[in-house]
């Protein structure tokens, strides 16, 4: 005779069947999601190539399009390298120039066609060179941007005078030779006729213009040429026909010439000048005051509507003949 278990026990055990097949059940689901996610993660962080001594080289349409040697390139998938002691040419065949770089890392971002170079940076186009601590170039926008330790330098197309910049920051446009810096601005133009010394400049910001061959600064503006300085609150600085008897610089803004001056005697003094508007003329090495301007020059105050100096000359020029020139001269006390 069969002897069955009371209903209750069969309950319970019915229902620890169960819980195991849930627990199994979960267990397999679980671990077919984990490997699930491992393969997709595998996908979208793949492993980075990494190659030493690189030695690489590109060509386009049979033409060399990029070559670059670096110590190392870590890259990640087909857009992205990071580069030690990057070195290397970019041929840029749509506007037929070529860019040559070096640094001390880099990373280059082909889809978006970024170059970025840190440390040591020398970036260098057919017009321009630059220098600094960390240099982008944007190749599709034609566009150099920096910061730390900025060095620029290049050549005016037309006059071939060289211009020499440090700043602090650069935004730049090599193709339309255009460059605008800011931050502790200062530098040097030497004219390509080596005896007509330099100009030397201080500003806040200047924009540069191959185009226009003129370089503007603005902000406690100074310019030192030789045995003078003028400063003020804005310049142009013209490269080009500057010998022609035209425009050299123009100073505005609370202008003032400080001007050493020697006798034919052999005696020092100096020359001061004052106005809110200051025109230079290379060649004929004068500047024209505007803007109630004032000469000093020893015990002598000279002023009126429009006053012409010389380099190196006491002769004073007052312009226009509605002038009202005053000739002061300092009374000595007596002891």
Do not use: C
């Not at 040697?69 to 506007?95: T, V, Y």
């Not at 978006?112 to 060179?129: A, F, G, H, R």
């Not at 400049?201 to 191959?210: A, C, I, N």
């Amino acid at each position: 005779m069969i002897k069955v278990r009371d209903s209750r026990s069969i309950i319970i055990i019915f229902g620890f069947i169960i819980l195991n097949i849930f627990i199994l059940t979960n267990s397999f689901k679980k671990d077919s999601e984990e490997q699930k996610k491992n393969t997709s993660d595998s996908g979208l962080a793949p492993h980075p190539t990494v190659i030493t001594d690189l030695e690489y080289f590109n060509l386009k349409g049979g033409k060399p399009e990029l070559s670059l040697h670096a110590e190392r390139m870590d890259s990640i998938g087909q857009d992205f390298a990071n580069f030690i002691a990057p070195k290397g040419i970019f041929s840029l065949s749509e506007s037929n120039r070529t860019i040559r770089y070096e640094a001390m890392t880099g990373e280059y971002k082909k889809t978006q066609k970024i170059l970025s170079l840190n440390d040591k940076v020398k970036l260098e186009t057919p017009s321009e060179k630059y220098e600094g601590n960390n240099i982008k170039y944007y190749l599709g926008q034609d566009l150099v941007v920096g910061n730390g330790n900025i060095h620029l330098q290049a050549d005016d197309p037309k006059t071939r005078d060289h211009i020499e910049v440090f700043s602090d920051t650069i935004r730049s446009y090599p193709k339309r030779k255009v460059s605008y810096l800011s931050g502790s601005v200062s530098g040097e133009l030497s004219r390509l006729r080596k005896y007509e010394g330099k100009t030397k400049f201080k500003s806040h910001s200047m924009e540069l213009s191959g185009v226009e061959g003129k370089a503007t600064l603005e902000g406690d503006v100074q310019l030192s040429r030789q045995n003078y300085l003028v400063t003020g609150g804005k310049a142009d600085i013209f490269f080009e026909n500057y010998n022609k008897s035209l425009k050299y610089f123009v100073m505005n803004d609370d202008v003032k010439v400080t001007e050493q001056m020697t006798s034919p005697q052999g005696e020092n003094s100096v020359r001061r000048a004052y106005s809110e508007r200051l025109e230079g003329f290379g060649q004929e090495q004068k500047m024209i005051l505007s803007g109630a301007p004032r000469v000093e020059q020893g015990r002598d105050v000279i002023k009126g509507y429009r006053i012409t100096i010389r380099q190196n000359i006491d002769l004073i020029e007052v312009d226009d003949s509605m002038s009202d020139m005053q000739v002061k001269k300092n009374k000595q006390t007596k002891e």
